[in-house]
Nanobody
Framework: QVQLVESGGGLVQAGGSLRLSCAAS????????MGWYRQALGKQRELVAT???????NYADSVKGRFTISGDNAKNIVYLQMNSLKPEDTAVYYC????????????????WGQGTQVTVSS
């Protein structure tokens, strides 16, 4: 089992920045990818960004150029730097951990964090 603990959410004005952190513990040898998903009120959960232990990243089109995902493999921590935030970025952000598959270039999520609220005011 892998446990994920998120931090860094909050309230920010449009155009501002936030950084989310997610620390993984437990059987971290079983995962090779971590990432972030978000779920806005009344909407389905959607991918924000993922990163593999080799540094391969993937972003949703809606956040490209504004968000940056990074990771510290030694500490099993993944970060999401969010800049130029928009009201439509308001959502609960969930940390994820799982397995990256090559060559299908897909990530299977095996574990979820409890979520952290990000609210962007206009």
């Amino acid at each position: 089992q892998v446990q994920l603990v998120e931090s860094g959410g909050g309230l920010v004005q449009a155009g501002g920045s936030l950084r989310l952190s997610c620390a993984a513990s437990g059987s971290t040898f079983s995962i090779n990818a971590m990432g972030w998903y978000r779920q806005a009120l009344g909407k389905q959960r959607e991918l924000v960004a993922t990163i593999t232990t080799t540094g391969r990243t993937n972003y949703a089109d809606s956040v490209k150029g504004r968000f940056t995902i990074s990771g510290d493999n030694a500490k099993n921590i993944v970060y999401l730097q969010m800049n130029s935030l928009k009201p439509e970025d308001t959502a609960v952000y969930y940390c994820s951990a799982g397995t990256y598959y090559w060559p299908t270039d897909n990530v299977r999520v095996d574990y979820w964090g409890q979520g952290t609220q990000v609210t962007v005011s206009s």
